[in-house]
């Protein structure tokens, strides 16, 4: 524990958070008894709620905070930045924060990813790669081409266009029709392999390989633009590739000249010991999407890599040939204008006020220095296998049925029959997770999230500092709330 707010000043900011706060992805109506939940300050792996209370942070936010909380030197140099160059747009002007960041991320990234186009977060990025594949292959006279392959349960972001490529139905339903071409694929869950697979987990990865082959061949491949990945994929309880697996999806991709876009949200910047979550698992995108690590948190930013190939027809325009003058006049003209003058459309017609944001920049160049500084990709190498074998210590109660993931991203799936696998019905798991777990958890100062958007899973993704007492203490947090909703069944 440590000094919180006064008894008046919490109370003061529970009466207007339940009156003017709106929570995302969250059900209001269960803060009308109870106390919404208030963070007030993070230092290094842990966070302190209002009443001074130390919680564990095992999902770094929200997958975010890979350099752990309260480190100064970003807060100083946003405070920096923000003094000389508060703000100016990536509209036909650059600065100098975003030109520093583009030029090492490009030099961090594989292969020929060399451009960055940035955005304030991981929907935006996601949505402007799906744009950038119809408007390039648009550009190189394949216009048909719009649909996008991605994999059941996975979660890609809300904006109506990630919303399209995201797969799980729950939180799409309510915003019907989204825009068309979104294509699901079965997922990588081993654990949850057909039977005919089950026992070989490579003939596994190349069935769901071969699954988005038999998509591109159904859909029929002149109308398919893109297949979005993540390395390991979040939702469901992450579900590392099967070997094999994205060799033989970058083989089918080429083969129908279809893009690969990594979505690298969660994956990147350490979360799987490398700087991108393609290099560990050894493949090729053709686009990266990040967004989350790339500033701790420390202010919002996100963007996507594109390769040298996919750029190379927006460098060839005859606006662009003209120089900044024509680039500038574009920029101030009406966007209804300017894709009528260009026919081809060699402008990628797309952008956000605050996309690149000098204050993130600067932020994201210090948050790439502490990396550096503190060998983090090294600490999580170092440290993943300890970290497994801790949580995997879990295996013992009756209701864990899996421990997996890779790097410092986890997921244990529970189940109500270890022998059979056999799942919890819908009515188990909001008793289960919502009516037990989440706040068991919480109480006993350990933030992770127990979803249950797939089959119920407790997920861990804590800062890249954490060393063994941390896993310990999340094993043994986790450790006595399971066992106590192993009995209250
Ligand atoms: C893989 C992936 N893509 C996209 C998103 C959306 O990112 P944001 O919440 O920043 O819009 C997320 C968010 O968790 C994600 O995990």
């Known amino acids: 524990m440590s000094a919180g707010y006064s008894k008046d000043e919490v109370a003061a900011l529970q009466e207007k958070a339940k009156r003017h706060l709106w929570l995302h992805f969250t059900r209001m109506s269960s803060y009308s008894a109870a106390d919404v939940p208030v963070i007030v300050r993070g230092e290094g792996q842990y966070v302190y709620d ?166 591109i061949l159904r859909e029929g491949p002149d109308s398919v633009a893109a297949v979005v990945l993540e390395p390991c994929q979040n939702s469901g309880g992450c579900f590392p590739p099967p070997p094999g697996y994205f060799a033989r999806v970058r083989e089918i991709c080429d083969t129908y000249g279809v893009l690969l876009v990594s979505d690298e949200v969660i994956c990147a910047f350490g979360r799987l010991g490398y700087y991108f979550g393609c290099q560990r698992y050894g493949y090729q995108p053709d686009i990266i999407t990040f967004a989350k690590g790339v500033t701790s948190g420390y202010a919002p930013l996100g963007g996507m890599l594109v390769s040298d190939r996919l750029m190379a027809p927006f460098m060839s325009d005859a606006a662009s040939q003209d120089g900044g003058h024509v680039a500038l006049a574009e920029a101030h003209a009406d966007p209804q204008q300017r894709a009528g003058r260009h026919s081809a459309t060699a402008t990628f017609l797309h952008g956000v006020t605050f996309a690149g944001h000098p204050v993130s920049c600067a932020v994201a160049m210090a948050n790439l220095d502490v990396f550096e500084k503190e060998d983090l990709l090294g600490n999580v190498r170092s440290h993943e296998a300890p970290f497994r074998s801790t949580l995997e210590k879990l295996n013992d109660l009756p209701i864990v049925g899996e421990v997996r993931g890779d790097g410092y991203f986890y997921g244990i799936e529970l189940v109500k029959d270890k022998a059979t696998r056999q799942t919890f019905s819908d009515d188990e798991c909001e008793r289960l997770l919502r009516g037990f777990l989440s706040q068991a958890l919480f109480d006993a100062g350990l933030i992770c999230r127990a979803d249950d958007r797939g089959d119920p899973v407790i997920q861990l993704s804590p800062p890249l500092t954490c060393t063994q007492e941390h896993f310990d203490e999340m094993e043994q947090i986790l450790r006595g709330a399971l066992t106590e909703a192993w009995n209250k069944l």
């Open 50 to 215: 209002q009443n001074g209370k130390r919680y564990l942070d095992g999902l770094a936010g929200l997958f975010v905070s890979q350099i752990g909380h309260g480190r100064t030197e970003l807060a100083e140099a946003g405070a920096r930045q923000a003094a000389e160059l508060a703000y100016f747009p990536l509209w036909s002007y650059a600065h100098p924060q975003a030109i520093a960041l583009a030029d090492r991320l490009a030099a961090l990234a594989p292969g020929d990813l060399n451009r960055v186009f940035f955005t304030t977060s991981g929907s935006e990025a996601v949505e402007s790669a799906w744009k950038l594949a119809k408007q390039y292959f648009k550009t190189i006279g394949e216009p048909t081409r719009y649909k996008v392959l991605s994999r059941s349960i996975a979660y890609h972001g809300t904006s109506m266009g990630a919303l399209a490529i995201t797969g799980l139905p729950g939180i799409k339903d309510p915003f019907e029709p989204l825009p068309p071409g979104g294509v699901r694929v079965p997922n990588t869950n081993f654990y949850r392999a057909p039977a005919f697979a089950a026992d070989d987990i490579t003939a596994f990865g190349e069935w769901a390989a071969d699954e988005i082959e038999r998509a």
